[in-house]
C-alpha cells in the first residue's frame, strides 16, 4: 500500500471524510484501511473519484464526453462501495476530486452524467456553490451540499484555484475564513474581491504537511 499525508491524525478530528477511489490516488489496500479507521472513529465516508491520473494526482485535465465521466465515477464509487459493505457502512455523498471537480463545475453536460451516478445512489454531491454543481444536482433532484475552502484559494469568479503541488495553509488564515464566512458569508478572492459563499461544511485536504493543525483551528472556529 501506498500511502501519504495525514489520514490517521485527520480522522480524530473531522466529521466526514472523502476517500480517494485507485485513479488519481489510493489503492484496495489504501482503501480498505481508510474506510476501518473510519469507522472505528465515527467518521462518515464519501467517494472521491478522480481522473485516471496517478502521475498528476488527478490535476490535469482531460477531454472527457459525459459518458466517460460517468463511467469513471461509477468505476471507482462502486470499487469504494465495497469496501463500506465490509464494514457495514453506508456510502455518505460523491464529491470529485482536483481537475474533475473543476471540469464538472463548468460544464453542466459532464455534471449531469455524476449527478446521474449520485441518484442512482440516493447520496448528496459536495461541491461548490454558484455552479454547474449547484445547478445541474439541483434540476436533477439530486442533494447539493455547498463547502467552504480554506487551503485553496478562490478566483474573482468563485472558481478554486487548484495548484499542482499543494501547499501548506496558515491555521490562523484558515481560521480567519470561517469566522468571516460564518459573521457575513463572505470570502475573499485572491485578487481581494469579495464573494458570497454559503457553505454547509468545510474542506481541509490532507496532503499538506500540517493539515491537522489546520483542522483543529477549522475545528475551533466553528466552536465544535
Same mark, same amino acid.
Given at each position: 500500500?501506498?500511502?501519504?499525508?495525514?489520514?490517521?491524525?485527520?480522522?480524530?478530528?473531522?466529521?466526514?471524510?472523502?476517500?480517494?477511489? &485507485?485513479?488519481? #490516488?489510493? +489503492?484496495?489496500?489504501? %482503501?480498505?484501511?481508510?474506510?476501518?479507521? @473510519?469507522?472505528?472513529? !465515527? /467518521?462518515?465516508?464519501?467517494?472521491?473519484?478522480?481522473?485516471?491520473?496517478?502521475?498528476?494526482?488527478?490535476?490535469?485535465?482531460?477531454?472527457?464526453?459525459?459518458?466517460?465521466?460517468?463511467?469513471?465515477?461509477?468505476?471507482?464509487?462502486?470499487?469504494?462501495?465495497?469496501?463500506?459493505?465490509?464494514?457495514?457502512?453506508?456510502?455518505?455523498?460523491?464529491?470529485?476530486?482536483?481537475?474533475?471537480? &473543476?471540469?464538472? #463545475?463548468? +460544464?453542466?453536460?459532464? %455534471?449531469?452524467?455524476?449527478?446521474?451516478? @449520485?441518484?442512482?445512489? !440516493? /447520496?448528496?454531491?459536495?461541491?461548490?456553490?454558484?455552479?454547474?454543481?449547484?445547478?445541474?444536482?439541483?434540476?436533477?433532484?439530486?442533494?447539493?451540499?455547498?463547502?467552504?475552502?480554506?487551503?485553496?484559494?478562490?478566483?474573482?469568479?468563485?472558481?478554486?484555484?487548484?495548484?499542482?503541488?499543494?501547499?501548506?495553509?496558515?491555521?490562523?488564515?484558515?481560521?480567519?475564513?470561517?469566522?468571516?464566512?460564518?459573521?457575513?458569508?463572505?470570502?475573499?478572492?485572491?485578487?481581494?474581491?469579495?464573494?458570497?459563499?454559503?457553505?454547509?461544511?468545510?474542506?481541509?485536504?490532507?496532503?499538506?504537511?500540517?493539515?491537522?493543525?489546520?483542522?483543529?483551528?477549522?475545528?475551533?472556529?466553528?466552536?465544535?
Amino acid at each position: 500500500m501506498h500511502s501519504f499525508g495525514n489520514d490517521e491524525a485527520l480522522m480524530k478530528l473531522v466529521d466526514v471524510a472523502n476517500v480517494a477511489c &485507485g485513479f488519481h #490516488s489510493g +489503492d484496495p489496500d489504501a %482503501m480498505d484501511t481508510t474506510v476501518a479507521l @473510519a469507522r472505528q472513529h !465515527g /467518521v462518515l465516508v464519501g467517494a472521491h473519484p478522480g481522473l485516471p491520473d496517478l502521475v498528476g494526482f488527478g490535476r490535469r485535465e482531460m477531454k472527457l464526453m459525459p459518458s466517460e465521466v460517468e463511467s469513471i465515477i461509477r468505476y471507482q464509487v462502486g470499487a469504494l462501495v465495497a469496501f463500506l459493505h465490509k464494514y457495514d457502512m453506508p456510502l455518505n455523498h460523491i464529491k470529485p476530486h482536483g481537475s474533475l471537480f &473543476g471540469m464538472l #463545475s463548468r +460544464d453542466e453536460s459532464l %455534471m449531469q452524467a455524476a449527478a446521474k451516478v @449520485a441518484k442512482s445512489y !440516493g /447520496v448528496p454531491i459536495f461541491g461548490l456553490a454558484g455552479t454547474a454543481h449547484e445547478t445541474v444536482t439541483e434540476r436533477e433532484g439530486v442533494e447539493f451540499v455547498s463547502e467552504l475552502y480554506v487551503d485553496l484559494n478562490y478566483n474573482a469568479e468563485g472558481g478554486l484555484i487548484i495548484l499542482r503541488r499543494p501547499e501548506n495553509t496558515d491555521p490562523a488564515q484558515a481560521a480567519t475564513r470561517v469566522r468571516r464566512a460564518l459573521a457575513d458569508g463572505t470570502v475573499l478572492a485572491n485578487d481581494g474581491t469579495e464573494l458570497q459563499i454559503p457553505f454547509g461544511s468545510v474542506c481541509v485536504h490532507s496532503d499538506t504537511s500540517n493539515s491537522p493543525a489546520v483542522a483543529v483551528a477549522v475545528r475551533e472556529a466553528l466552536g465544535r
